[in-house]
């Protein structure tokens, strides 16, 4: 009977080093992949967060505007035709910012903030029309009219800043 001991001994080491390199190969795979899910994650949490920060920034931007025309029109009632018209020119400017605002917001928010920015946009625009007509007529009719326009238009600044602050906290 022929010795098989060196056979034996060779299909044995060719079966160790087959199964080793294969599991080292296996291995290498595994954690390559386990890599690339990380750097996925990894990536797609800073997308969040740089969408998050824009977003916000998109709110607070629109949230400034917002306050900055309900401010600037809170004291003129009372005014003289000039200062009304003044006042007029005025509220213009802070209403063409906060349209630039609301724009980006239709850019960055989902439609429920998108919704409640339109709204504010919207109120402001009427409350250009209500400016107006009582620069052109400051009657006591009028004047009231302005000043319930600018109640309601302050109304809504406090649903979209809510529905701003719950949109972020959604992302």
């Known amino acids: ?18 199964a080793s390199s294969l599991a ?46 309900a401010d600037g029109l809170r004291g003129v009632n009372g005014l003289s035709t000039t200062a009304y018209n003044a006042a007029l020119t005025a509220h213009r400017d802070r209403h063409q910012r906060l349209r630039r605002a609301a724009t980006l917001i239709d850019l960055e928010g989902p439609s429920a903030v998108q919704v409640a920015a339109s709204n504010l946009l919207i109120m402001s625009g009427t409350l250009s029309t209500a400016l107006a007509a009582t620069a052109e007529n400051a009657s006591g009719e009028n004047r009231r009219d302005f000043q319930e326009v600018l109640r309601c238009y302050i109304r809504l600044i406090r649903p979209f800043v809510d529905t701003a602050a719950a949109a972020l906290d959604e992302t």
Do not use: C, F, K
């Not at 009977?1 to 087959?18: F, K, Q």
């Not at 797609?44 to 917002?66: K, N």
């Open 1 to 18: 009977m022929p010795d098989n001991s060196l056979l034996v001994a060779a299909l044995t080491s060719v079966t160790a080093i087959t």
């Open 24 to 69: 080292s190969w296996l291995t290498s795979r595994g954690n390559a992949h386990a890599a690339r899910i990380q750097v996925n994650d990894a990536s797609a949490a800073q997308r969040r967060e740089g969408v998050r920060q824009t977003r916000r920034a998109a709110y607070l931007d629109l949230i400034e505007h917002a306050q900055a025309v």
